[in-house]
């Protein structure tokens, strides 16, 4: 329930040992194993609908695998497609708002990253006017007040111009470079000091 | 924990009280009022009438009133991801669920209960039978809520879930509209404190079956 420290405990730690994941009838994959350490990351590729975000959200312990068991240290924060913002909010309020859940209460923590990610001029405007790429910004601005060591992005890059696809990869390194964590779920090319990659096509049942 | 709490219950208010663009809470005051108004011209101006039955029918309006939200209760907050990242923060859905309530009740039972004033005088009720259909739906109101969230979270994710809701809350709400609308029948309290009970049990278990509800639909 409380927030993670600052700065960041080098405590976190990500460990999947033998998943495997069922959707429906079909099994998506099986024994697949995973471990990731402080300041390391992993990209996940795999074509459409191989189940990467099914294995974003058992990373996150939103769903439950089929077979296997998931340990994690730290909290964690989640990009999806889904942003978690009320369109009917003003973007500096509806950050705010998760700001605040998260106990940055000081002004500063909730907007410097909105600044630097491009949204300063749209802190007052209603979400539901915002573009795909913008709302991507703004989920990642959440993202960083959050300051979670373990990042789960799901297809980050999507709706995101060159600069802001730069910018988001040149956050994750600073992220790993701070102890962090990072599973980066995409079929785009994605670059991440010392990744590992994890191609999902090797474990499809 | 129960600062995040206060800041989710702030939230839920502005959303269901006072959100914009998807009509807030007038919508369902209105209705109500409509079919308080409508009544009288179905049945004809007969006093005798409209005093015997105006009360069933503010509870019947009431009881609809109640059902016109649900569908975005909860299924909102699930496609935009709400619950996944309350979740991931460690916040049960329990107390999710359990805000949520708070935040319905609030946001359709005052305005209701004020309703019901002029609703009163448009049917012709006494102020014997007014004090007890208010006392009434101050009992039977929280428990409204209660059914109306935990439908909401079951059927969040179906298709034609908005009617399927309305459908499954009925029978739901029928002990208390036997108990609260029974209660002007026989004019003792027995039946309000009947209706008071009906609702503390769906309070209590809203929250869990609600939780549950949501947690499954995460798949």
């Known amino acids: 329930m409380q927030a993670e420290p600052r700065p960041k405990a080098n405590e976190c730690r990500l460990k999947a040992v033998d998943l495997a994941c069922r959707r429906g009838d079909r099994v998506l994959f099986a024994g697949l194993s995973l471990a990731v350490d402080p300041g390391g990351a992993c990209h996940i590729i795999g074509a459409n609908g191989i189940g990467k975000s099914s294995l974003i959200r058992i990373l996150a312990g939103l769903a ?12 964690v924060g989640l990009i999806d497609d889904r942003v978690g913002l009320d369109p009917q909010q003003p973007l500096g309020r ?3 708002f998760w700001a605040r859940i998260d106990d940055r209460i000081d002004e500063h923590d909730s907007i410097a990253p909105s600044a630097r990610l491009g949204l300063s001029d749209l802190l007052d405007v209603p979400v539901r006017y915002l573009s795909t790429g913008q709302r991507r910004r703004a989920a990642l601005a959440r993202l960083i007040a ?3 060591p373990i990042w789960l992005l799901d297809e980050p890059l999507n709706g995101l111009d060159h600069a802001a696809a730069d910018l988001t990869m040149a956050l994750v390194s600073e992220h790993l470079d701070s102890g962090g964590i990072c599973i980066v779920a995409s079929h785009q090319s994605f ?3 010392g990744k590992t990659t994890l191609d999902l096509a090797e474990f499809a049942a | 924990m129960i600062r995040q709490l206060g800041l989710i219950l702030r939230r839920d208010i502005a959303v269901l009280l006072l959100g914009r663009g998807n009509s807030g809470a007038t919508l369902p005051i209105l209705f109500f009022l ?16 409209l005093a015997k039955s105006g009360g069933g029918v503010i509870w019947v309006a009431a009881l609809l009133a109640a059902i016109l939200p649900l569908d975005r209760l909860i299924e909102p907050d699930i496609e935009r991801g709400f619950f996944d990242q309350w979740s991931l923060r460690g916040i049960a859905e329990e107390w999710i669920i359990a805000l949520r309530i708070l935040a319905h009740w609030l946001s359709f039972a005052p305005a209701l209960m004020l309703a019901t004033l002029p609703a009163s005088v448009l049917l012709g009720l006494d102020g014997a039978t007014l004090r007890l259909v208010e006392t009434g739906l101050l009992a039977g109101t929280p428990g409204l809520a209660a059914i109306g969230v935990m439908i909401a979270a079951i059927t969040a ?3 034609g879930g908005a009617a399927l809701a309305g459908l499954l809350m009925i029978p739901l709400a029928v002990p208390l509209l036997i108990f609260g609308a ?3 029948a026989n004019g003792g309290s027995s039946g309000i404190a009947l209706t008071a009970a009906v609702s503390l049990v769906l309070l209590a278990i809203a929250p869990f079956a609600g939780g549950a509800a949501v947690r499954a639909a995460r798949g």
């Open chain 1, 146 to 148: 959050q300051h979670a």
């Open chain 1, 191 to 193: 670059a991440l000091p």
């Open chain 2, 157 to 159: 994710g179906l298709r």
């Open chain 2, 34 to 49: 409509a079919v308080a108004m409508l009544f009288p011209f179905a049945v004809g101006p007969s006093a005798t009438i």
């Open chain 1, 94 to 96: 509806a950050l705010r």
């Open chain 1, 64 to 75: 439950a695998p089929w077979i296997g068991s998931v340990e994690r240290e730290g909290g």
């Open chain 2, 182 to 184: 029974g209660s002007l």
